[in-house]
């Protein structure tokens, strides 16, 4: 059987599907699919529940990006909801919008105090910029630092402390700054300049990724089931027998190499899905929580998905840490010490020249998924093709 595939990729995520869908269409080659859950899509899986809501079951996912290039790829499979996500938080009993930007301002200070900082904030850092919380901190400016330690007290530091189990500057500044403080009026959650759902999910687009003669899926399987590699001399077998093909791995990196130089960390997530006979839960898509309970954030599906049904799905995110075996490694924990563990097994990787990494566990990058789709194309036309 082994013989009869040029390529084997694991994991069906944006990153083995991009890839495997690439391979069949350019190169005319065979691939086998191996994916260790039940369905296809890794994290961007949605279906209906019960009730007949269209739900992500592994949370809320908003295509976005910046890259024509990535849009017009993946708009092959699918047509888009433009949809314009929005998130407020809830602070002092308010909702404010997040990013936290010059509306937020004139929504927690009265409107004197409010113009002033708005202005003070165009005159230092220019109107549209983006600014990170960790950055606006460093302000000497008596008013801006005032407001720099409200933004972190009440957005920043509960929050984080919640998801990540360590404060903001405990983890690499870029984990913080994907939510900078924004000066200008802008309330959506990204400003790329493409944005949307699949208008019929994210499962259907990649059924039709997918949907090729020359593409098998493998569902239910551990690659180790099937997969043999020798890690000293890089030989690869499949079901016993020797591949010649490539290996596109898009699993953990740490699990492939046996944890050889150390299990690295990841935060994980439980989702609590709950059902209303309501028509509309909250008034946007998300709603954070960065100051009470256990959980970060409430998702409404029906913002998203703009699904006309009289009833309606949240789900509520609870942090937790990472077990392996017992869990799902959701996000790469970004710090010094996980980014020297990663760095030994990137070098690792780089001997093995018939097997190729990608993805936000292979790569331990706490990537979107238009970054993993922009990255699966690129090692697709230099690696593969
Ligand atoms: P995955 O989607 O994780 O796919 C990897 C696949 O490999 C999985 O199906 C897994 O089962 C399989 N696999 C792993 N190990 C094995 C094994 N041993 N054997 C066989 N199969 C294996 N991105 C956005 O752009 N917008 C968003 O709004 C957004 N929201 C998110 C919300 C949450 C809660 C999370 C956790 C992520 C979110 N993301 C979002 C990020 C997005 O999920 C990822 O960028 C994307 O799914 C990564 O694709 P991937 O193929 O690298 O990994
Ligand atoms: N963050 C925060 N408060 C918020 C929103 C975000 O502290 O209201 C911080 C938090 O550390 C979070 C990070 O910014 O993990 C990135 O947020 P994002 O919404 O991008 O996270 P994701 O959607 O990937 O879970």
């Known amino acids: 059987m082994a013989k009869e595939y040029d390529f084997i990729i694991v994991g069906s995520g944006f990153a083995g599907a991009v890839i495997a869908e690439q391979v069949s269409s350019k190169l005319n080659k065979k691939v086998l699919i191996v ?36 849009w017009n790829y993946v708009s092959q499979f699918t047509d888009w909801n433009i949809y314009h996500h929005r998130v407020l938080a809830k602070i002092d009993g308010i909702e404010v919008p997040i990013p936290f930007n010059l509306n937020s301002i004139y929504a927690v200070f009265p409107p004197e105090f409010a113009g002033r900082l708005a202005q003070k904030l165009i005159e230092r850092f220019g109107f549209g910029s983006r600014v990170p919380i960790l950055k606006l901190r460093e302000s000497n400016e008596p008013d801006i630092a005032f407001l720099a330690q409200y933004v972190y007290d009440r957005v920043f530091l509960n929050y984080t402390v919640k998801q990540w189990g360590v404060k903001p500057e405990e983890l690499s500044p870029s984990v913080t700054g994907r939510v900078p403080v924004v000066i200008n009026r802008d309330d959506r959650y990204f400003q790329d300049r493409f944005q949307g759902i699949p208008k019929q999910g994210y499962t259907k687009l990649f059924e039709r990724m997918l949907d090729q003669s020359n593409i098998s899926i493998m569902l239910n399987t551990d690659y180790r089931d099937v997969i043999n590699v020798d890690l000293a001399s890089g030989d690869v077998e499949v079901f016993d027998r020797p591949f010649n093909g490539k290996l596109v791995y898009t699993g953990p990196v740490d699990y492939f190499f046996d944890y050889k130089f150390g299990a690295l960390e990841y935060r994980s997530l439980s989702f609590k899905f709950e059902h209303y006979d309501t028509f509309q839960y909250q008034t946007t898509g998300t709603v954070n929580y960065p100051n009470d309970y256990g959980f970060t954030r409430i998702t409404e599906f029906k913002h998203l ?81």
């Open 305 to 385: 998905t703009l699904q006309t049904i009289s009833s309606t799905t949240i789900v509520k995110e609870y942090p937790t840490a990472y077990k392996p075996g017992i869990n799902i490694p959701y996000y790469p924990v970004k710090n010094d010490i996980n980014a020297a563990i990663y760095r030994r097994y990137f070098e690792e990787s780089k001997k093995y020249n018939r097997i190729i990494f990608v993805g936000r566990l292979a790569e331990y990058q706490y990537y979107d998924m238009d970054a993993v789709v922009s990255k699966a194309l690129r090692v697709f036309r230099e690696r593969l093709a």
């Open 35 to 70: 994916e260790k859950r039940n369905h296809i899509a890794g994290n961007a899986y949605d279906c209906q529940d019960e009730h007949g809501v269209l739900i992500h079951k592994y949370g809320p996912h908003i295509f976005h990006t910046r890259s024509e290039e990535v």
